[in-house]
């Protein structure tokens, strides 16, 4: 059953989405989700006094639920449009996905930890979200229903997988942490034609690591 999202809720909510914007975040439609989507349904009622502090917090399964400038951030660099076609690389709690559907956009998400896999199906389609769910290895994606307009990585990668790469339509973002268990360099790869890809960094960031496999 989920909890109540009450006006103390949504008023704490508003205090955190001018926070993020204060931090430079400008996509009115980005800000928009942020305030519609609880944070604190996707949270162990343990930590429900910081669902609104912009910082990342445990979820289990050794993941985060990132800090919603972050979220922001990555989703404000993928430029989602309208029924875009997004790839979730790393599903975790399922508010980053809901960020993505309260924005339009048709999200196919996958998800490792069979843990986490489970809860946010359970969660999201109990909110009223249909994103389409996938239990495996992120590293390899969704080859079947691609290609993507955008693809959305959640969690830090020691390179970009080629698999990923290919799996982008020509026009289309990725955004992608790159970089070691200690620090990553948000990264956006923009698909410029068959053959040609353009890459440009974004800052530093810190992400659990994106781990090749699944488990159960």
Do not use: C, W
């Not at 489970?118 to 389609?125: D, F, G, I, R, Y």
């Not at 993507?148 to 080629?162: D, H, Q």
């Not at 990725?174 to 923009?190: A, H």
């Amino acid at each position: 059953m989920l909890q109540q999202d009450t006006f103390q809720h949504k008023g704490l909510r508003k205090k955190l989405v001018e926070e993020v914007e204060a931090k430079g975040i400008t996509d009115k439609r980005v800000l928009e989700a942020l305030l519609k989507v609880p944070r604190h349904f996707f949270m162990e009622s343990g930590f429900l006094n910081f669902a609104y502090r912009d910082q990342a917090f445990p979820i289990g399964a050794g993941q985060t639920i990132s800090q919603p400038y972050t979220v922001a951030f990555q989703t404000e660099l993928l430029q989602i449009n309208h029924m875009d076609k997004v790839l979730e690389v790393g599903t975790g709690s399922g508010y980053q996905t809901a960020i993505l559907m309260e924005m339009k956009a048709r999200v196919y998400t996958i998800e490792r930890q069979r843990e986490l896999y489970l809860n946010a199906k359970a969660l999201l389609e109990e909110m009223g979200y249909h994103p389409h769910f996938f239990y495996g290895d992120g590293y390899k994606g969704v080859p079947s229903y691609g290609p993507y307009n955008k693809i959305l990585v959640t969690a830090g990668a020691s390179e970009i997988p080629e698999t990923l790469v290919e799996q982008l339509a020509v026009g289309g973002r990725m955004v992608i942490p790159v970089g070691d268990d200690r620090s990553q360099v948000m990264t956006l790869i923009e698909k410029i034609s068959a053959t040609e890809i353009k890459t440009t960094t974004h800052g530093n960031f810190i992400f659990v690591p994106l781990l090749k496999g699944t488990n159960k």
